[in-house]
């Protein structure tokens, strides 16, 4: 698939790659920045599930649901590549119900560095095809794409040392 933009945010952290993909490879990581309400999410919150392989391995489903402005929110997500501790893809199934973006591709690389490792998160998107989506433009979606890779970047920086140093 094409998408329209993309968005990447890189931290460099002293903590084996092992470690890091654990982290980064549970699902409540990755969305506790949609869980809590902020001026990105308009307030919003969602809630998500799990099929049996708990978001961690290929072809597992991840859903999301919630609400902002008083429309419902719904994406389901495939898990397209798991790799530990180097690689994890997943993108969007069927046609989301989201706000400022549409369908979109994810993924997470973990590569070695001295003393650490470098975590790259980027996220590939389309622009929403909602009502509202369409009106506002591409600008919130490109706002909203930058905050998403660099919470789920600045999470692993809360749970591991940064480096000191980036390149």
């Known amino acids: 698939m094409t998408y ?3 968005a990447t945010s890189t ?3 002293q ?3 092992q470690q890091v ?3 980064l490879d549970d ?3 990755v969305v506790a920045h949609m869980q809590k309400p902020s001026l990105m999410m308009l307030g919003a919150t969602t809630e998500y ?3 049996p392989g708990k978001g961690q391995a290929v072809g597992s489903i991840v859903k999301m649901r919630g609400k902002v402005l008083g429309m419902e929110l719904l994406v ?3 898990i397209t590549e798991w790799q530990p501790p180097w690689r994890k893809s997943w993108q969007t199934l069927g046609r989301p119900k989201l706000l400022v973006i549409d369908s979109y591709h994810m993924d997470f690389v973990i590569r070695p560095i001295t003393q650490g490792c470098r975590v790259t998160v980027k996220i590939q998107y389309s622009y929403s095809r909602s009502p509202v989506g369409s009106w506002l433009g591409g600008i919130p979606a490109k706002a909203y794409a930058r905050w998403c890779v660099a919470k789920i970047t600045s999470e692993a920086g809360n749970r591991f040392p940064q480096h000191p140093r980036s390149d």
């Open 11 to 13: 931290i460099d952290l």
């Open 15 to 17: 903590a084996p790659p």
């Open 4 to 6: 329209e933009d993309s």
């Open 27 to 29: 699902p409540t990581v």
């Open 21 to 23: 993909f654990a982290f």
């Open 76 to 78: 389901e997500e495939i």
């Open 49 to 51: 599930d799990v099929d």
